[in-house]
């Protein structure tokens, strides 16, 4: 994993009709708006409370596959370069994990090296080799995470395809056609 700027992607997002939305000064978050077919998943485990997105299909599944479901999403499509964007400041992801990562060296060994990138949103580039410690990430935040300052956005680089990680146990996946939809809800009925 690597911290790239935030201009190296702006291309990336706009290209896929991702815009930001600022919420408040401190958090924003992406949404797929600007494509002419956008088709949202959202993925909640069952109990959880979450407000669906209007015209998101709602998918809910056990509580400990949330985290899975990011997995097979980019599995399915062959995704293997992945750009993360925090909802937040990178340091408020890297506080909600560092209880549940204390032991993962490769985590400890990212952490220190990333030290100097948590006051700020810079994206951070992820690739094949990284989707070991992502898949940690991402269930740290959907175990630990109490909101959206927690959240993290995750962009394919190789299709429109944008997921967003939303504590405590939330996901939503927007995609830039139907075939890619269609592509991830068969995953789910295999």
Known sequence: MEFV?????????KDYGIVEILETEDLSRLSM??????????IEAEGSEASTDTGAEMLTVDAALVADCIERVFHRLHLYELILIPMSKWRNVFDAVAFSLA????WQEFDHFATVELNARDPLFCEAADFQLLSSLIRALLADGE???HGMVI???????????????????STGNQGLNDSIREAYAS
Do not use: C, F, H, Y
């Not at 708006?33 to 959202?42: A, K, P, R, T």
């Open 147 to 149: 909101d959206s300052t």
């Open 155 to 173: 962009v394919a680089t190789g299709a429109p395809v944008m997921v967003e990680v939303l504590p405590p146990g939330g996901i939503r996946v």
């Open 103 to 106: 032991s993962n060296e490769d």
């Open 5 to 13: 700027k935030d201009a190296e992607v702006r291309d990336l997002l």
């Open 33 to 42: 708006e600007g494509l002419d077919e956008v088709s949202i998943l959202q």
